[in-house]
């Protein structure tokens, strides 16, 4: 697999879960993606550092790395070898739960089925484990909400983000449009899973709630993520807008 095929498969199965952004048209259809968050956890073969040779093969490289320990995350920004989407890997810590609700996580995770979790298309094919009861889901939501996103989603993209500058249109702008499409921007700069920059302009926009079967067969509402808009509040910085995308003070050292 090429890291376009790669890439394209990643769009396809978010968008399939997130069908108002795939009905969007502010920008063309081949508009750049600035990055693609995917979340997993720290439980092989989901864990960033299984995770990270694959994505290596497909020229992807770690550049940065992120601990915020307030929110349960590890996260790794890695950039392909050109000017195209990166990805920001966002790996949630089971230890950052309470007993019950980890030991709940991993045993359902556990029930992968080992052909389930090999090849590069892991990110994409959807959860590889029996979908949660709702009882469980809500007693993971008490205790982290990513917790039941990736218990009924599996390691997956979360949201993708936009610049703002490399579609070729200002924030306010993009921000209006976007609205007046029905997606309603959130103020909560924590809302897109991890906290944001200063350095930023950031909106978070959750998509529509979808509808899904849990175990028992009863079928809720819950909100699978959305998307984000960004800017640079100084244009005169060099680097890729997702390389501001997290407050400094977050950064860890590679090793």
């Not at 915020?68 to 995350?73: E, K, N, P, V, Y």
């Not at 892991?122 to 809500?138: A, D, H, K, T």
Request: hydrophobic fraction near 40%; include cysteine.
């Amino acid at each position: 697999m090429q890291r376009e095929e790669f890439l394209q498969q990643l769009w396809l199965d978010y968008i399939h879960q997130h069908p108002d952004v795939g009905m969007l048209r502010l920008w063309p259809m081949d508009a750049p993606v600035e990055y693609l968050t995917l979340l997993t956890l720290n439980q092989p073969p989901f864990a960033a550092e299984d995770l990270q040779p694959t994505l290596g093969h497909l020229g992807y490289r770690p550049v940065h790395r992120y601990a915020m320990a307030d929110r349960g995350l590890l996260v790794t920004l890695l950039a392909p070898p050109d000017n195209g989407t990166w990805l920001v890997l966002a790996e949630l810590q089971l230890s950052s739960l309470s007993r019950q609700p980890r030991d709940a996580l991993a045993e359902l995770v556990s029930r992968a089925h080992p052909k389930d979790t090999r090849g590069k298309n892991l990110l994409s094919r959807g959860r590889p484990w029996p979908m949660p009861s709702w009882p469980l889901y809500r007693t993971l939501y008490d205790a982290h909400p990513l917790a039941a996103w990736f218990a009924t989603m599996g390691p997956s993209v979360h949201h993708a983000g936009f610049d703002c500058a490399r579609l070729g249109s200002s924030f306010k702008a993009l921000d209006a449009a976007l609205s007046a499409a029905g997606l309603a921007g959130s103020e909560d700069r924590y809302h897109g899973i991890f906290p944001v920059s200063p350095l930023l302009q950031y909106r978070f926009y959750p998509t529509c709630s979808q509808r899904l079967a849990f175990a028992e067969g009863d079928e809720h509402r819950v909100c699978l993520g959305g998307l984000a808009l960004l800017q640079k509040r100084l244009s005169s910085d060099h680097e890729r807008t997702v390389e501001l995308l997290l407050p400094h003070h977050t950064r860890c050292e590679l090793t």
